[in-house]
């Protein structure tokens, strides 16, 4: 998710559109806020 929203970002910049890059800064931290913060409560136990 994270790759997406920076090939979409840099498209977004190089043609214009804005909702491009608005939409690749979204899924950016949306991807960046998913990787450090687990999902579930997922405790990892070592036996």
Do not use: D, K, Q
């Amino acid at each position: 998710m994270v790759v997406l929203g920076l090939i979409l970002l840099l498209i977004g910049i190089l043609v214009g559109p804005s909702i491009l890059t608005t939409l690749g800064i979204i899924l950016l931290v949306v991807g960046l806020v998913l990787n450090f913060v687990p999902i579930g409560g997922s405790s990892r136990r070592v036996w």
